[in-house]
C-alpha cells in the first residue's frame, strides 16, 4: 500500500484542483492554452512542461513493455497527459501499484 500512497495523495489533490480551477473557469482550456503560447515567457514553461511529459510517456511505454502489457494498455493515460500533464503518470503508478498489490496478494494465497 506504501508504493501507491504517494501518487494516490498527488493525483487525488491536484485532480481535485483542477476540477474546481476548470468549473470556475472563464475561458475555455483551448483558449487558456493559446494565450499561455501567446507571449514567450509563459510558451517557455508551457514547452518545458511537455517535454517532460513526453518523457514521461516514454517512460510509461517502456514501464508497461517491461511488464509484458500492450502498448494500448498505455494509450489512456497518454490521452490524460497530453491533455492534463500530470494526471496521466499519477494515475499510471496508482494503478501499476495497486496491480503489483494484487499480484502479490494472489501469490501469496497461493502458497499459504
Do not use: C, H
Amino acid at each position: 500500500m506504501m508504493s501507491i500512497a504517494l501518487p494516490l495523495t498527488a493525483l487525488l489533490a491536484f485532480s481535485g484542483y483542477t476540477v474546481s480551477v476548470m468549473l470556475q473557469a472563464e475561458q475555455s482550456l483551448i483558449d487558456f492554452g493559446i494565450s499561455l503560447m501567446s507571449r514567450p515567457d509563459t510558451a517557455q514553461v508551457v514547452i518545458d512542461l511537455y517535454l517532460l511529459a513526453t518523457l514521461a510517456g516514454v517512460w510509461m511505454v517502456k514501464d508497461a513493455r517491461s511488464r509484458g502489457q500492450s502498448v494500448w494498455s498505455v494509450v489512456p493515460y497518454l490521452l490524460l497527459t497530453a491533455v492534463f500533464v500530470s494526471i496521466g503518470p499519477l494515475l499510471y503508478l496508482v494503478v501499476r501499484g495497486v496491480r503489483e498489490r494484487n499480484r502479490k496478494l494472489v501469490d501469496l494465497a497461493r502458497v499459504g
